[in-house]
């Protein structure tokens, strides 16, 4: 039973305070649902969890052992999907997955799978600038199947995704969960996921006056 | 380092290869710019060989460094900006291994080519046949000197406009060591003076740069992804 928590966290971007006094929990095959406006945060709680970011105020701890202790076995539990694609166009589409796979754990035996899984098998041996934008989505959410991995991190994974990519990320998911894997996502869409808890980033806000008190 | 950061080192190797190889115009440019910077020296300082061969070291020496300042702002530039470098950062190696590799793979694609086409370019230069195995070998150890402060800068620069001149601005300066000790060996050389402590020298500024430089880079770098 694994449990990822966050206690008391605060996050300053820019000398203005986004968020603070955040609290999460997350344990085994729980999906985490992050809301908010824009600004209001997903991004940067997502990297403080992936520990990209450092907390300004506050701890994150995976079954009691906090991030810092070691930033390495934490970065080999979890899967990160940010903005970016992290495709290389002079790759193929296949490579671009194999060579996550060979520095992560090795092993490239789940690259074929994970194409297959987003409709890329068929494009597996096209170099990857010839993609579009949609696609090159598929292949960054590939990469997250390639290797197992407790700790999904998504940022907007929907992002360009169709309908069909959509539903193979909503099974991606499913499986993840039931495999006892925790999936943290911060999105505007309703994916068809159930018993789904929410974190809505809003009500963590601070307003200008006071946020100079926890910057201090 | 123990098993698991070596392969973990030699699959970062691998992949910096892959992608430097799929691009091979990329260590074409260097070379290319090795050698007509070379070029332009006969043209500038007239073509009277004595002349020549006096300069051909510095020359030789000055022009890899320039040549080698054209690679450096790929290092993490292009991982930075496509979104990798997070994911590298979150590899279960410790960043300061990455910057290792990468700085290995940036001497295997820039530091080793120049170097082999430097005694080539010495015979252009009408370099003393007794310079050579001194222009080789200081070469063989100040380049990867070049490519580990090479890496701080780049790390340094990182997400900065027009990085690539404020890279120079800020490696150039740093290897000036490098430089001072490269061409006087060859010099040395030629004058029939033992090259021993030039070579010694060269080799403590490599071994100091290789434990320093990653250290310092991973510490930048960790900075940039914030």
Not at chain 1, 139 to 152: K, N
Not at chain 2, 30 to 38: C, D, E, K, N
Not at chain 2, 99 to 108: C, G, M, Q
Not at chain 2, 151 to 173: I, N, Y
Request: with cysteine; glycine share 10%; proline share 5%.
């Amino acid at each position: 039973m694994s449990l990822f928590q966050g206690h008391g966290l605060g996050c300053i971007r820019g000398g203005r305070t986004v968020f603070a006094n955040l609290h999460f929990a997350v344990s085994d095959g729980e999906v985490l649902i992050l809301r908010g406006p824009n600004g209001s945060g997903k991004s940067s709680l997502l990297r403080l969890m992936a520990g990209l970011l450092g907390p300004e105020a506050g701890n994150i701890s995976w079954d009691g052992e906090a991030l810092d202790q070691d930033s390495e076995t934490h970065g080999a539990r979890l899967h990160y999907i940010g903005h970016l694609d992290a495709v290389k166009p002079a790759l193929t589409v296949a490579e671009n997955l194999s060579i996550w796979a060979a520095l992560r754990t090795g092993d490239r035996s789940g690259v074929m799978p994970a194409l297959t899984q987003f409709g890329l098998d068929r494009l597996a041996e096209i170099p990857a600038r010839l993609l579009s934008a949609g696609q090159r989505r598929r292949l960054a959410l590939a990469r997250i199947m390639a290797t197992p991995a407790p700790l999904w991190l998504l940022d907007e994974p929907t992002v360009a995704l169709d309908a069909a990519a959509l539903a193979a990320l909503e099974n991606a998911i499913a499986a993840h969960r039931n495999g006892g894997g925790i999936t943290i996502i911060s999105t505007h869409m309703d994916l068809g996921l159930e018993q789904t808890t929410t974190l809505q980033l809003g009500d963590f806000a601070v307003d200008p006056d006071t946020a100079w008190g926890l910057a201090s | 380092m123990g098993p698991r950061l070596v392969n973990g080192f030699g699959r970062l190797v691998g992949r910096e290869l892959v992608l430097v190889l799929r691009q091979p115009g990329d260590v074409a440019t260097v070379l290319m710019f090795f050698v007509l910077a070379t070029v332009m020296f006969p043209f500038g300082v007239g073509p009277d060989p004595n002349m020549l061969a006096r300069i051909a070291g510095g020359v030789l020496w000055v022009t890899a460094l320039l040549a080698a300042m054209l690679s450096l702002e790929r290092m993490f530039q292009i991982d930075f900006e496509d979104g990798s470098l997070d994911l590298l950062a979150l590899l279960p190696v410790p960043l300061w291994v990455t910057v290792l590799a990468k700085a290995a793979a940036h001497w295997l694609t820039t530091g080793l080519p120049l170097l082999i086409v430097a005694p080539v370019l010495g015979v252009l230069l009408n370099l003393n046949p007794a310079g050579y195995i001194a222009l080789l070998s200081t070469m063989a150890l100040g380049t990867p000197v070049v490519s580990l402060i090479g890496a701080v800068g780049a790390a340094l620069t990182l997400g900065a406009r027009r990085g690539g001149v404020l890279l120079s601005l800020l490696v150039l300066p740093l290897v000036i060591p490098v430089l001072i000790f490269g061409a006087a060996a060859v010099d040395a050389a030629i004058a029939g003076f033992p090259v021993r402590q030039h070579l010694l020298l060269l080799a403590g500024m490599a071994l100091a740069a290789l434990v320093l430089c990653p250290w310092a880079a991973s510490a930048s770098l960790h900075q940039a992804l914030e």
